[in-house]
């Protein structure tokens, strides 16, 4: 089945520098992707959707210029936390769509553990 | 908006039957999804429903009325490794014309030996 891979899958950084998490679909081409934020013993919270080649769609409350995301090919969508501080600590998750998707089409990527200390 | 709500925990022993129910308020519905996250994971596919009625899949089973903004997850035959957390999600059409997944809160399910 769809595989969507996410790294890294944990990351410790200082306050104020900037992290990037990947994804990749491997076997599939992500026509849209959809990046989520999680905060301890709550539920996944959308932040951003992107689309390949457009910019994408933030959420109300999710700065753009902090969580900048890019969408450049089919395979790939980039998350960067910009200037990162300790409240941007938690578990980041990715879901793709493929472009053949039927309406189990949202295939999860494994999370990036954010801790900013 | 979008209005989604779950009971926050529930407790239930091996071997038992346990319902997990799933009220939603959104415009432009477009199914409704169920998933299991254990702790420190991504989210893994249950069940999908988009018309009435109850899809069974094994232990699990996935019931909606979209009148009534009403789902539920049915687990059969408990099992340890079935403590984790259910989320509930809605699929909706947005104005943007791209479809979006919500999700609930989660209901922590803890089964007891």
């Known amino acids: 089945g769809a595989v969507v891979s996410q790294h890294p899958s944990r990351v410790i950084c200082k306050s104020g520098t900037s992290v990037k998490i990947e994804c990749r679909s491997l076997?599939?081409?992500?026509?849209?992707m959809f990046w989520y934020r999680q905060f301890p013993k709550q539920s996944l919270m959308l932040m951003a959707t992107?689309?390949?080649?457009?910019?994408?769609?933030?959420e109300q409350g999710v700065e753009k210029d902090k969580f900048l995301i890019n969408h450049a090919s089919l395979t790939l969508s980039t998350l960067t936390v910009t200037s990162a501080h300790p409240e941007d600590s938690s578990f980041y998750i990715c879901?793709?769509?493929?472009?053949?998707?039927?309406?189990?089409?949202?295939?999860f990527g494994s999370g990036t553990r954010l801790t900013v200390v | 908006g979008q209005n989604i709500d779950q009971p926050t925990e529930m407790t239930a022993t091996e071997g038992a039957i346990v319902q997990i129910n799933c009220t939603y308020q959104?415009?432009?519905?477009?199914?409704l999804f169920w998933y299991q996250q254990h702790a420190g994971e991504a989210p893994t596919f249950l069940s999908y429903?988009?018309?009435?009625g109850l899809e069974e899949k094994g232990r699990f089973s996935s019931f909606l009325s979209r009148s009534k903004g009403y789902s539920y997850l049915l687990l059969k035959e408990l099992q340890m490794k079935d403590s984790a957390s259910y989320l509930c999600?809605?699929?909706?059409?947005?104005?943007?014309?791209?479809?979006?997944?919500?999700f609930g809160k989660g209901t922590m399910l803890l089964v007891s030996p």
């Open positions: 429903n988009v018309l009435d």
């Open positions: 999600a809605v699929r909706s059409y947005m104005n943007s014309g791209y479809s979006t997944l919500t």
């Open positions: 879901s793709a769509r493929d472009r053949g998707a039927n309406m189990y089409g949202y295939t």
């Open positions: 076997d599939f081409q992500a026509t849209t």
């Open positions: 959104t415009s432009g519905f477009n199914g």
């Open positions: 992107s689309n390949e080649g457009s910019k994408a769609t933030y």
